[in-house]
Nanobody, 125 residues
Framework: QLQLVESGGGLVQPGGSLRLSCTASGFTLDYYTIGWFRQAPGKEREGVSC????????IYAEFVKGRFTISRDNAKNTVYLQMNSLKPEDTAVYYC??????????????????WGQGTQVTVSS
């Protein structure tokens, strides 16, 4: 079966950093676009960032530009999201998702076929 597993979430103070990982099993991520999404209680799921299969193209939501960095290591079948300068409004469950190809709207959650179960990120003082 195709599975994605997120890790690296936790509790940090405002201004702190976390590095999230998304690791695939049952398939290789080499030919997949990978997106990171987040959802806070009572709010809609929103796109955070995505990276093309080659790693050459990345997209960031405006609210994380300059703070978050997405990267991938296909040899490890893993995609990362480095989160710096975290703010309380970044608090959410973070999900990674995979799509086989180049989705036309890569920050829209419904474009993706495979999802992890999420990892909690809490930013609080």
């Amino acid at each position: 079966q195709l599975q994605l597993v997120e890790s690296g979430g936790g509790l940090v103070q405002p201004g702190g950093s976390l590095r999230l990982s998304c690791t695939a099993s049952g398939f290789t991520l080499d030919y997949y676009t990978i997106g990171w999404f987040r959802q806070a209680p009572g709010k809609e799921r929103e796109g955070v960032s995505c990276i093309s299969s080659s790693g050459s193209n990345t997209i960031y939501a405006e609210f994380v530009k300059g703070r978050f960095t997405i990267s991938r290591d296909n040899a490890k079948n893993t995609v990362y999201l480095q989160m710096n300068s975290l703010k309380p409004e970044d608090t959410a469950v973070y999900y990674c998702a995979a799509d086989p190809g180049d989705p036309p709207f890569p920050l829209w959650w419904d474009e993706y076929d495979y999802w992890g179960q999420g990892t909690q990120v809490t930013v609080s003082s």
